[in-house]
């Protein structure tokens, strides 16, 4: 089975930091996603880890750790349009997705 | 390149009734997926076809369910004699690359109403 967790909710200050946690069990891995989904829209892909390490792009980075089933997203210098939902993904060709965790910014 | 695109954006409709969605992919992309959401979980995998052949349907897609992508373009997804339990997003994804480095990229997703 499929089991990928990560945090429900977070609130965090604009210009602030966030790092958002997701620990996964599953029976397939090729690589981890990360995805942003504001409310009433499709998910946007954000990163995609497939190697254990840091990926950076701009102000968002994505950590993967395959020997202990963990990922994070960090947030920097978080804008109000950051709000949104983050969901991690676990990639078997088919995405396994977590529940997905609410960022709020706040002024 | 336009995305993918999905029709209608919005349906409601009766208990009992029919539906069916379409998802035009990415040009070229010869892997496409549907996944269900429903509010506060991520999306669930309800089946996947590459070209014109549908390699894995999940347990989520019960018989009232069928999906077709006959000349491996576009896809419609099927529900017969809807529930109230299917009201959700129906959300339609496509890729390309191997299935190691590969990318879905989501459809703006089709809100169905049951009442």
């Known amino acids: 089975g499929q089991n990928i967790d990560q945090p429900t909710e977070m609130t965090a200050t604009e210009g602030a930091i966030v790092q958002i946690n997701c620990t996964y069990q599953?029976?397939?891995?090729?690589?981890l996603f990360w995805y942003q989904q504001h409310a009433g829209e499709a998910p946007t892909f954000l990163s995609y880890?497939?190697?254990?390490g840091l990926e950076e792009k701009g102000r968002f980075s994505s950590f993967l750790s395959r020997s202990k089933g963990y990922s994070y997203l960090l947030l920097k210098e978080l804008q109000m349009k950051d709000s949104a939902s983050y969901l991690c993904?676990?990639?078997?060709?088919?995405?396994?997705f977590g529940a997905g965790t609410t960022v709020t910014v706040r002024a | 390149d336009t995305g993918v695109s999905q029709n209608p954006r919005h349906k409601i409709t009766k208990r009992g009734q029919n539906v069916t969605f379409r998802c035009d992919p990415i040009?070229?992309?010869?892997?496409l997926y549907w996944y269900r959401q429903t509010l506060g979980q991520g999306p669930e995998f309800l089946t996947y076809?590459?070209?014109?052949?549908?390699?894995?349907k999940s347990r989520l897609l019960s018989d009232r369910f069928s999906a077709e992508r006959p000349k491996g373009s576009f896809s419609t997804l099927e529900i017969q004699r809807t529930e109230q339990g299917d009201s959700a997003m129906y959300l339609c994804?496509?890729?390309?690359?191997?299935?190691?480095?590969?990318?879905?990229?989501f459809g703006p997703g089709t809100r169905l109403l049951v009442l």
């Open positions: 994804a496509s890729s390309s690359a191997p299935v190691r480095k590969e990318t879905q990229y």
């Open positions: 599953t029976s397939g891995f090729n690589g």
């Open positions: 880890n497939v190697l254990d």
């Open positions: 993904a676990v990639n078997d060709y088919k995405l396994s």
């Open positions: 040009s070229e992309h010869n892997r």
């Open positions: 076809f590459q070209n014109e052949a549908q390699l894995e």
